[in-house]
């Protein structure tokens, strides 16, 4: 992380979940080139359950991302069932991107789990979509 991007993450902090989502979601539409620094700025603040939600709804517009940082980021702030929920309303239609979704998410998940209901959440999950 670069100071700049120091400086945006103590900026966050400073502003409200409220406030910081919004600002997430302003400076850093999902159809821009720079989109990607809002899902590297993610982890450095805690959020409220609603932004959370929020800003996952927001940003996996763009689902498959094409590594596991995006989902990392997602996964360090938010509970493994919140985010298969949000996951399972951005499904992508095509089985390409779908088998690249589970590709990359799946593993982050299960690094995530924290107990057996974590565990059976993504198993019914991955059911689900393949």
């Known amino acids: 992380m670069n100071t700049r ?5 103590k900026q966050l902090v ?6 910081a989502a919004d600002w997430l979601i302003d400076t850093y539409p999902v159809d821009s080139d720079e989109w990607g620094e809002a899902i590297l700025l993610l982890p450095h603040r805690s959020w409220k359950k609603a932004e959370q ?13 094409s590594g596991y940082r ?14 298969v929920g949000c996951v399972k309303n951005a499904l992508p239609e095509d089985t390409a991107r779908r ?12 690094r995530s789990a924290k107990n057996d209901s974590d565990r059976r959440i993504i198993h019914d999950f991955v059911i689900g979509v393949s």
Request: with cysteine; net charge positive.
């Open 5 to 9: 991007q120091m400086a945006l993450c």
């Open 14 to 19: 400073k502003m409200s979940s409220d406030q």
């Open 53 to 65: 939600q929020r800003l996952a709804s927001y940003f996996f517009k763009k689902l498959p991302f």
């Open 70 to 83: 995006g989902y990392e980021a997602f996964a360090s702030i938010m509970s493994v069932a919140s985010m």
């Open 99 to 110: 088998e690249l979704l589970l590709y990359y998410l799946v593993p982050v998940l299960n």
